[in-house]
């Protein structure tokens, strides 16, 4: 069992910046593939970045996702903010495999999630 928290949500505005946080709490955090999701208003939750349990960084255009395995930690930062990310957040651990997974199926564990709100 792996129990998430996110946190760094909050309000912006349009073109700002952003980083969000998720601290696991097993201390083999390093042999799962971690996950961002998000969900906005009225949608499906959809898919926004993702690590391998090797790596530790990985570009998405204007989002970069990266981990510290030492803290327990995935990063997501977020820049050049618009108004259709705002969503709630949300932090998923998956089976450590060489391949990515980018649908919600393929991870077991999530967090409570984190409101990010970005103005216009």
């Known amino acids: 069992q792996v129990q998430l928290v996110e946190s760094g949500g909050g309000l912006v505005q349009a073109g700002g910046s952003l980083r969000l946080s998720c601290a696991a709490s097993r201390r083999t955090f390093g042999i799962y593939n971690m996950a961002w999701f998000r969900q906005g208003p009225g949608k499906e939750r959809e898919f926004v970045a993702a690590i391998r349990f090797s790596d530790s960084i990985t570009a998405y255009g204007r989002f970069t996702i990266s981990r510290d395995n030492a803290k327990n930690t995935v990063y997501l930062q977020m820049n050049s903010l618009k108004s259709e990310d705002t969503a709630v957040y949300y932090c998923?651990?998956?089976?450590?495999?060489?391949?990515?997974?980018?649908?919600?199926?393929?991870?077991?564990?999530w967090g409570q999630g984190t409101q990010v709100t970005v103005s216009s």
């Open positions: 998923a651990a998956g089976r450590g495999t060489y391949y990515v997974g980018r649908t919600r199926e393929e991870y077991d564990y």
